[in-house]
T-cell receptor, first 111, second 114 residues
């Protein structure tokens, strides 16, 4: 069965800290890995990764994929209170037209 | 460009009733997917439609069904509601081009079954 596991499930840090969120996966036919941010209801797209070792960056957020070790990390530097959210990792499975999601990491940034 | 629109935003039903949720995708998007989100299980795939055809279905009982119309709008129906069906139901649309499988989510319908 396809599985995506995120860690930690919950994280509380102070504003200005750097955080690393982890995502590991076991899927039969990997196509791509995606990161989403869910603040209230609608998850919003952050990154899509398909190739190993290539870092994607957007401002203070960055992500990288390791297809050999089957994991990805999401880094957030100089965190702000607005970064507080649930971060979701998902894997697109070849030929299945669906995403398999992890449980999410609830990140809380305290001022 | 308008985002994915889901209606209603909130719904309260009692056990045994049925419910229909609606989703309007982003203009030009032909694929619509539905996900159920609960605190215990996270986001779980329900089904995906493309050009009015269901292409994939998740591991949910037959009480969960859906359809897509010619204008790409989609509905999902849950019959004989159970307490465990209480969840946030999220709809997502995508172009579903082979090069791009990003999903764009709506704000969801929060269903409470009493």
């Amino acid at each position: 069965e396809d599985k995506v596991v995120q860690s930690p499930l919950s994280l509380v840090v102070h504003e200005g800290d750097t955080v690393t969120l982890n995502c590991s996966y076991e899927v039969t036919n990997f196509r791509s890995l995606l990161w989403y941010k869910q603040e209230k209801k609608a998850p919003t797209f952050l990154f899509m990764l398909t190739s190993s070792g290539i870092e994607k960056k957007s401002g203070r957020l960055s992500s990288i994929l390791d297809k050999k070790e089957l994991f990805s990390i999401l880094n957030i530097t100089a965190t702000q209170t607005g970064d507080s959210a649930v971060y979701l990792c998902a894997v697109a499975v070849q030929g299945a037209q669906k995403l398999v999601f992890g449980q999410g990491t609830r990140l809380t940034i305290n001022p | 460009k308008a985002g994915v629109t889901q209606t209603p935003r909130y719904l309260i039903k009692t056990r045994g009733q049925q419910v229909t949720l609606s989703c309007s995708p982003i203009s030009g998007h032909r694929s619509v997917s539905w996900y159920q989100q609960t605190p215990g299980q996270g986001l779980q795939f329900l089904f995906e439609y493309f050009s009015e055809t269901q292409r994939n279905k998740g591991n949910f009982p037959g009480r969960f069904s859906g359809r897509q119309f010619s204008n790409s709008r989609s509905e999902m129906n849950v019959s004989t509601l159970e307490l465990g069906d209480s969840a946030l139901y999220l709809c997502a649309s995508s172009v579903r081009d082979v090069r791009d499988e990003k999903l764009f989510f709506g704000s969801g319908t929060q269903l409470s079954v009493l």
